[in-house]
Nanobody, 120 residues
Framework: QVQLVESGGGLVQPGGSLRLSCAAS????????MGWYRQAPGKQRELVAD???????NYTDSVKGRFTISRDNAKNTVSLQMNSLKPEDTADYYC??????????????WGQGTQVTVSS
């Protein structure tokens, strides 16, 4: 079984910054795409950013230029640096990873979520 553990959420004022981190553990052979999703109250979960094993990144339009996703393949971690935060960034943020376990096929895993609140 694979576990994803997130950290770094919290309360921040508009214009501020936060850094989210996610660490994967378990019988991991390889992780392909890792990403961050968010879900605001009453809304569907949406992709914020993802990154391939080779460092190719993808961002939703609303965060381009403000958020940066990065990963460390050796440590099985992914981070999201969030700058110039806006109230509309308020949501629960979830880490996601496409994991290939030893002797198994690729499977998607989710973290438990971390809350980000942007408010003055």
């Amino acid at each position: 079984q694979v576990q994803l553990v997130e950290s770094g959420g919290g309360l921040v004022q508009p214009g501020g910054s936060l850094r989210l981190s996610c660490a994967a553990s378990g019988r991991i052979f390889r992780i392909d795409v890792m990403g961050w999703y968010r879900q605001a109250p009453g809304k569907q979960r949406e992709l914020v950013a993802d990154i391939s094993r080779y460092g190719i990144t993808n961002y939703t339009d609303s965060v381009k230029g403000r958020f940066t996703i990065s990963r460390d393949n050796a440590k099985n971690t992914v981070s999201l640096q969030m700058n110039s935060l806006k109230p509309e960034d308020t949501a629960d943020y979830y880490c996601n990873a496409d994991v290939i376990e030893y002797g198994s096929l690729s499977k998607g895993y989710w973290g438990q979520g971390t809350q980000v609140t942007v408010s003055s």
